[in-house]
């Protein structure tokens, strides 16, 4: 996008300095405030976005949108991440069934910036429901599978990190990792293809 939603509606309040009750949520979620978030997740968001609705434009008015409705119940939500995502993904659910006539035609008239293969749209719909199941995970897990994949770690070396024994990682990983590919599945998301 452009221009961030924060800056195109200056008269927009933000959450501002956290204090009180917004230093409670900022905590609790990680983020110190919703412009914090914007920042972290607007692009893998919007990849998300493309890869439902197949149309950039499209994607960034979702995407705004999102973070809207998320701006006025901040202080309300415990896991923004996975807000965010559950709610893109129905915006984009409810504007596919809404538009399904306006798709049918744009889609043969997108322009070659907009149009993407549906390998390509099958895959980022893939990552973006791995990133919502990923935001849902208990802290303690998510770290374990950010040690082995994100950070390419051994089992000894997240043993290190985290305290836990060696059996215990491998244990947990495999747990958690099977209950991942049970709920990719039941998304009906399959294989290395998505």
């Not at 927009?12 to 230093?23: I, K, N, R, V, W």
């Not at 993407?116 to 199941?133: H, S």
């Not at 990719?184 to 998301?189: E, T, V």
């Amino acid at each position: 996008m452009e221009s961030s939603v924060f800056e195109r509606t200056p008269s927009l309040p933000g959450p501002g300095e956290p204090s009180g009750e917004q230093a409670a949520a900022g905590a609790k979620t990680g983020f110190s405030s919703i412009v914090a978030l914007f920042e972290t997740e607007e692009s893998p968001l919007l990849r998300f976005a493309i890869g439902l609705v197949g149309r950039r434009s499209v994607a960034e008015e979702l995407v705004q949108e999102t973070f809207l409705r998320l701006h006025p119940i901040w202080n309300e939500v415990e896991n923004p991440r996975g807000w965010l995502y559950r709610s893109l993904r129905n915006l984009a659910l409810n504007h596919l069934r809404d538009h399904a006539r306006e798709t049918e035609l744009s889609d043969t008239s997108a322009t070659t910036e907009e149009s993407l293969p549906v390998e390509v749209l099958g895959r980022n719909e893939a990552v973006g429901t791995v990133r919502l199941l990923l935001s849902e995970m208990p802290d303690e897990d998510r770290r374990l599978v950010e040690l082995k994949y994100r950070e390419n770690l051994k089992y000894e070396e997240i043993s290190r990190r985290t305290g836990l024994s060696v059996g215990n990682v491998g244990y947990r990983l495999h747990h958690v990792l099977k209950s991942l590919a049970d709920s990719l599945r039941r998304a009906g998301i399959e294989g290395s293809q998505g």
